[in-house]
């Protein structure tokens, strides 16, 4: 009779063991499908994504002085005036022209103190050229007092004083002309859609270069 008891103990012991390992498997089940479950509540709560549109300009000129930087401007559509002989090549730049004009308008005359940063559209390509700038005398002080935003200045590269530029401010716009290693170069304003471009190019561009007579 012991040996009968004995032996239905022994089955009963081994007959729990699959029950507590189902009762295990079953848990960790349940654990893993919670864990899966919540990721998508830390999803729903993340940060969402920056919808920033791209800036339209590239930085195109740097200083290090208190003149505003150039910008290589990107404008599919834009447009010369149909009254101008437009160049086959050009690059359009823009600057903060109000910051530009407040920056000229510091300039001393007749001293080579200040710097002055212009892009030049030289050999297919847009590159930029620093000056030692002043402003000059255009007329009587009672006339420059009247008319304060007409300002005139005259630069030369401080390695070569043979680079020279002169710049012209009539109050609405900033007409930039650059002789460089013996060649003319234009940094002209145009409005577009309410906004300042100013286009570089150089004289001796393809359209501005008069065939001969036949």
């Not at 290589?72 to 730049?93: C, E, G, H, I, W």
């Not at 043979?162 to 409005?191: H, K, W």
């Amino acid at each position: 009779m012991k040996r009968i008891y004995l032996a239905l103990c022994l089955l009963a012991v081994f007959a729990m063991q699959p029950a507590d390992a189902q009762k295990r498997k079953k848990a960790s089940k349940k654990k893993v499908v919670r864990k899966t479950t919540s990721a998508p509540r830390l999803n729903t709560t993340a940060t969402p994504k920056r919808t920033d549109t791209l800036n339209q300009s590239l930085l195109l000129c740097y200083t290090m002085y208190d003149m505003p930087s150039w910008y290589l401007a990107v404008s599919k559509d834009f447009r010369f005036p149909v009254d101008m002989q437009q160049p086959a090549f050009y690059r359009l730049a823009t600057i903060n022209d109000t910051l530009f004009t407040n920056y000229l308008a510091q300039i001393p005359y007749e001293i080579y103190n200040k710097k002055i940063t212009l892009p030049l559209y030289v050999n297919n390509s847009i590159s930029c050229k620093e000056f030692l700038i002043q402003r000059v005398v255009t007329m009587d002080s009672a006339l420059q007092a009247k008319y304060p935003e007409l300002m005139s200045f005259k630069a030369m590269e401080d390695s070569n004083p043979l680079n020279t530029a002169r710049i012209d401010c009539d109050g609405n716009s900033t007409r930039i002309v650059v002789q460089y290693d013996g060649e003319t170069y234009f940094v002209t304003p145009f409005m577009f859609n309410k906004k300042i471009y100013y286009a570089c190019y150089s004289k001796n561009d393809p359209n501005f270069i008069k065939q001969s007579f036949e």
